[in-house]
Nanobody
Framework: QVQLAESGGGLVQAGGSLRLSCAAS????????MGWFRQAPGKEREFVAA????????DYADSVWGRFTISRDNAKSTLYLQMDNLKLEDTAIYSC?????????????????WGRGTQVTVSS
């Protein structure tokens, strides 16, 4: 089992920045890929970014490319999402996820474990 705990969400003005963290515990040695998804009110959950747990592979949704940066600290078993130039449409609950498969994926069913999520609200 893997447990994931997100933190770092909050209220920020448009154009501002936030950094989300996701601390993994449990069978972290088996993790091969981690990612971030988000769900806005009244909308389906959508892919944000993914990163291989070893090596440099990353993937971003077009809507966040150039504004968000996904990174990891293997020693701390922690995944980060640096969000810059935030827009109103970035408002959502952001959830961290982990997979035991090597391939990066934008599909929810690729990921076996999910955190509870952290709220990000961008105001005008």
């Amino acid at each position: 089992q893997v447990q994931l705990a997100e933190s770092g969400g909050g209220l920020v003005q448009a154009g501002g920045s936030l950094r989300l963290s996701c601390a993994a515990s449990g069978r972290t040695s088996d993790i091969r890929t981690m990612g971030w998804f988000r769900q806005a009110p009244g909308k389906e959950r959508e892919f944000v970014a993914a990163k291989a747990w070893s090596g440099g592979g990353t993937d971003y949704a077009d809507s966040v490319w150039g504004r968000f940066t996904i990174s990891r600290d293997n020693a701390k078993s922690t995944l980060y999402l640096q969000m810059d130039n935030l827009k109103l449409e970035d408002t959502a609950i952001y959830s961290c996820t982990a997979a035991f498969w090597d391939a990066l994926s934008r599909q929810e069913n690729h990921y076996a474990y999910w955190g509870r999520g952290t709220q990000v609200t961008v105001s005008s």
